[in-house]
């Protein structure tokens, strides 16, 4: 079994920032990405950026400039430092990872999800 705990989100102005963490433990062979999604009331969950094992990155157009995804291999652990943050961005923040448990079986996990609220 992998979980995934993520933490950061919160309150905060337009303007400001934020820093999500997501920490992924249990029985991990490797894991080949780890990413972050959101879902805002109303509307499908949207891939927001994602990282690879090798640190290639992909993010949304709509924060492309203001987010920056980074991962700690050694942690197992993914941040997203949210910066110019702006009301259109309050969702609730979700962390995935996808990888091995061993050298056959492949994992996708969903962490329980972090709300992020920017207020304007």
């Known amino acids: 079994q992998v979980q995934l705990v993520e933490s950061g989100g919160g309150l905060v102005q337009a303007g400001g920032s934020l820093r999500l963490s997501c920490a992924a433990s249990g029985t991990i062979f490797s894991i080949n990405a780890m990413g972050w999604y959101r879902q805002a009331p109303g509307k499908q969950r949207e891939l927001v950026a994602a990282?690879?094992?090798?640190?290639?990155?992909n993010y949304a157009d709509s924060v492309k400039g203001r987010f920056t995804i980074s991962r700690d291999n050694a942690k197992n652990t993914v941040y997203l430092q949210m910066n110019s943050l702006k009301p259109e961005d309050t969702a609730v923040y979700y962390c995935n990872a996808f990888g091995r448990s061993d050298r056959t079986r492949h994992f996708e996990v969903w962490g329980q999800g972090t709300l992020v609220n920017v207020s304007s």
């Open positions: 990282i690879t094992s090798v640190s290639v990155t």
